[in-house]
T-cell receptor, first 111, second 114 residues
Framework: DQQVKQNSPSLSVQEGRISILNCDYTNSMFDYFLWYKKYPAEGPTFLISISSIKDKNEDGRFTVFLNKSAKHLSLHIVPSQPGDSAVYFCAAANAGNMLTFGGGTRLMVKP | EAEVAQSPRYKITEKSQAVAFWCDPI?????LYWYRQILGQGPELLVQFQDESVVDDSQLPKDRFSAERLKGVDSTLKIQPAELGDSAMYLC????????????FGPGTRLTVL
């Protein structure tokens, strides 16, 4: 039973355009959501997070949107850069409990 | 910048052999995690420590896997005996506090069981 799903295994975007990565969850008890980025041969690195009391959080080129009624979150990268090419994982948690990760989306930003 | 250290980076072993992985978390981080990531999937938590105590090991296959963090600092994950299905990336992470505090990941150990 996958509680966190990333339905697009890959995404290709032109440099300078917007990248939108999507994530769906099923557990209504989740109240904190995170995005991690992973380059080959490295561990995941934290990118941005959002609490369930918010519907948007922005950090530079990265914005995460949360739609609680739809149990859906998305990560927007604007503008996309070739260095953003990596695998992106969304993760969810409820306070004090473990993170549950999605399966990841491979983003390729073409110059 | 402080990092989570893991060794070895790569390990090839034959099935039925024993393997061990080591993790040194960021200094001062009380919470330590071991994850397994199968190719094409997200990390799956195996065990979570708070200081030297196990907080969650519900997903750890205890018949063959063991983990310890004796002094509440570094940690060892052991598999004995290894099986073909154990081939995966084993990631260690640490955080100052319990989830959902930001977790910082090490580079991982890529295990191949032949």
């Amino acid at each position: 039973d996958q509680q966190v799903k990333q339905n697009s295994p890959s995404l290709s975007v032109q440099e300078g355009r917007i990248s939108i990565l999507n994530c769906d969850y099923t557990n209504s008890m989740f109240d904190y959501f995170l995005w991690y980025k992973k380059y080959p041969a490295e561990g995941p690195t934290f990118l941005i997070s959002i609490s369930s009391i918010k519907d948007k959080n922005e950090d530079g080129r990265f914005t995460v949107f949360l739609n609680k009624s739809a149990k859906h979150l998305s990560l927007h990268i604007v503008p996309s850069q070739p260095g953003d090419s990596a695998v992106y994982f969304c993760a969810a948690a409820n306070a004090g409990n473990m993170l549950t990760f999605g399966g990841g989306t491979r983003l390729m930003v073409k110059p | 910048e402080a990092e989570v250290a893991q060794s070895p980076r790569y390990k090839i072993t034959e099935k039925s052999q024993a393997v061990a992985f080591w993790c040194d978390p960021i200094s001062g981080h009380a919470t330590l995690y071991w994850y397994r990531q199968i190719l094409g999937q997200g990390p799956e938590l195996l065990v979570q420590f708070q200081d030297e105590s196990v907080v969650d090991d519900s997903q750890l296959p205890k018949d063959r896997f063991s983990a310890e963090r004796l002094k509440g600092v570094d940690s060892t994950l052991k598999i004995q005996p290894a099986e073909l299905g154990d081939s995966a990336m084993y990631l260690c992470a640490s955080s100052l506090q319990r989830p959902p505090d930001t977790q910082y990941f090490g580079p991982g150990t890529r295990l191949t069981v032949l």
